[in-house]
């Protein structure tokens, strides 16, 4: 019960911020223009792609790539995920070293809470916050489902893929505003840490190394098989550990401060 | 006839800040019901202290004990026992009062019928109704500390731990500041505020500690001690240090 009033809390104060709904409109509002364009593509080229059978279609070409541009090789680049990157930063920079910068933290920790029930409550505020932003994505190429063939199983898998990256950029986000001692510095952190998860591999993958460790560590590894459909345990857990260990992290820095004051 | 119950206890509390000893084996025991002023010069060691009961610092020695439940095992304690006040009233700028309230009273796991009927009380009496729908960024440093301390009395704490309370309030604050203190003394909860002010305690507490350098170098009673006399003793421990001064 707790945890649920820290995310309660937490939920109020990003939509009574303009940031929170800031980033929404103006994300939106990309997408919207990222999916008129897909669509556009996809209208231009259907005689071709009917004439092929097992060829890509709608949720190949217009639902997937509105999540993330890692299938399209970068053809009209940013989707949600790759957008993400920089969102999810700016959303949980203030989560915990906001709280530090305005004092407010005492008073979290003066509730008898433990630093894992506050991290916890505050990851989850901005995971439902995260949810919110990524259903209504989805809900664009759904908009157009009653007349159009979609492929309902794949779609599936890739929001499950994109929720999963999102919760985990947003679990270090987390972890970064825990040790961080300005939001600024937690929002630069986060930043380069998911930059790095998504790039750790590139060196490798251009020299043709396309399994070892480093491509397991990267985030892009996971993601694209479940951006293609296909759910392999491994994967999940590769995400779960992420959010775990982050979460871990910051739980533990948190209960620090009440050792080192 | 029954012996009077400790709700705090402190034992042989202590806790350094960068090497140095910011309390030192800080021992108090406080009954229900009971004012306690902890006096003391800025730097003492009275915010470390308060931070320390209300469960926001954890001493690298000693033991709490609340309610007779060593609090540093069993830190939810805090949730229901204990209402802090903590220096400059920190708060959310971005809440409304009677969000603040809301939000402290789920904190402590209120639930809301209850809560809703606490949030009316605790504004009422606290003067805040005509507030309750302001930001709290936008509020006087006044408000903001009456804000503070109805968050720290929403759920009737058997101990309100107050850590410089009358920062900030006018005259007339103040005084009302002090009936309230008395008032929720007198419906039993156990009251601790820190502050540097010889008046402030005579004005509304029961007992006095003074600490110098974190440590407690007096703790007597205020009734039968005069005023003259108490300050005789407070300076002579905040500019010698105390020198042949003991906790009583």
Known sequence: ?261 | MTAPTAVLQLQDISRHRAGHPAVERLSLALESGQVLGLLGINGAGKSTTLSMIAGALNPDSGRITLNGEDFLERPGLARQVIGWLPERAPLWPELTVSEHLMAHGRLRGLASAALRQACDDTLERLDLTSLRRRLAGVLSQGQRQRLGLACALLHKPKLLVLDEPANALDPVQVSALRTLIREVADEGTAVILSTHLLAEVTAVCDRVAILHEGVLHYDAAIAGTDHQALERIFFDIALRGGAGTQAA
């Open chain 1, 1 to 261: 019960m707790s945890i649920f009033a820290v995310t309660r809390l937490e939920l109020r104060r990003l939509f009574v911020r303009p940031l929170a709904w800031v980033l929404a409109a103006l994300t939106l509002a990309e997408l919207a223009w990222r999916f008129v364009l897909l669509l556009g593509v996809f209208l231009a080229n259907q005689v071709k792609l009917g004439a092929t059978p097992s060829g890509p279609g709608y949720t190949d070409l217009v639902a997937v790539p509105m999540l993330s541009s890692l299938l399209t090789g970068g053809l009209i680049p940013f989707g949600l995920l790759e957008m993400a990157l920089v969102i999810v930063p700016l959303l949980t920079m203030a989560s915990i070293a906001g709280e530090r910068t305005q004092g407010t933290m005492p008073l979290l920790l003066g509730t008898g809470l433990s630093a894992t029930q506050i991290v916890l409550g505050k990851y989850l505020a901005l995971l439902l916050w995260l949810l919110a932003w990524l259903v209504l994505a989805i809900a664009m190429p759904l908009s157009l489902a009653h007349g159009i063939q979609l492929d309902a199983g794949k779609l599936a898998a890739a929001a499950l893929g994109s929720l999963l990256a999102l919760a985990a950029l947003a679990a270090v986000g987390v972890a970064c505003s825990a040790f961080a001692s300005h939001p600024a510095i937690a929002a630069a952190a986060s930043l380069m840490i998911g930059l790095a998860l998504t790039c750790i591999n590139s060196g490798a993958q251009m020299a043709g190394v396309n399994s070892g460790a480093i491509n397991w560590l990267a985030l892009g590894t996971h993601l694209e098989t479940l951006l293609r459909g296909l759910v392999y345990t491994g994967d999940l857990l590769w995400f779960v550990l992420v959010v775990i260990f982050a979460l871990a992290l910051a739980a533990r820095r948190l209960a620090a401060d009440k050792e080192r004051g």
